[in-house]
């Protein structure tokens, strides 16, 4: 899979959550000077508070997403979804 195929589904500023397919569920957010997309793996739990700790800047649990592994993103050599990265949620 391909980042062009994360599925956008809620949308805050300058991120979103979604879906890979039917099961994989992600955390986009844009970076850099041109608003490069890159993901990060979260649990379905995860996806359905997004109203509620996107919200809260400087949180815990924002910060420790931002933090796992980047599993794919836009940037040259990073575009296909890196299975390898993807934990049981």
Same mark, same amino acid.
Not at 13 to 20: A, I, L, M, W
Not at 22 to 43: F, K, M, R, W
Not at 48 to 56: K, L, M, T
């Given at each position: 899979?391909?980042?062009?195929?994360?599925?956008?589904?809620?949308?805050?500023?300058?991120?979103?959550?979604?879906?890979?397919?039917?099961?994989?569920?992600?955390?986009?957010?844009?970076?850099?000077?041109?608003?490069?997309?890159? /993901?990060?793996? +979260?649990?379905?739990?995860?996806?359905? *508070?997004?109203?509620?700790?996107?919200? $809260?800047? #400087? =949180?815990?649990? @924002? /910060?420790?997403? +931002?933090?796992?592994?980047?599993?794919? *993103?836009?940037?040259?050599?990073?575009? $296909?979804? #890196? =299975?390898?990265? @993807?934990?049981?949620?």
């Amino acid at each position: 899979m391909r980042y062009n195929e994360y599925i956008r589904l809620k949308t805050d500023r300058y991120q979103s959550v979604g879906k890979f397919g039917d099961n994989i569920y992600a955390y986009e957010v844009l970076t850099g000077i041109t608003d490069t997309p890159e /993901y990060h793996q +979260i649990s379905k739990e995860e996806f359905e *508070s997004f109203e509620i700790w996107s919200q $809260e800047y #400087n =949180t815990e649990k @924002l /910060y420790e997403i +931002i933090n796992r592994p980047v599993i794919c *993103s836009g940037y040259l050599g990073r575009a $296909e979804l #890196n =299975t390898s990265l @993807l934990r049981d949620m």
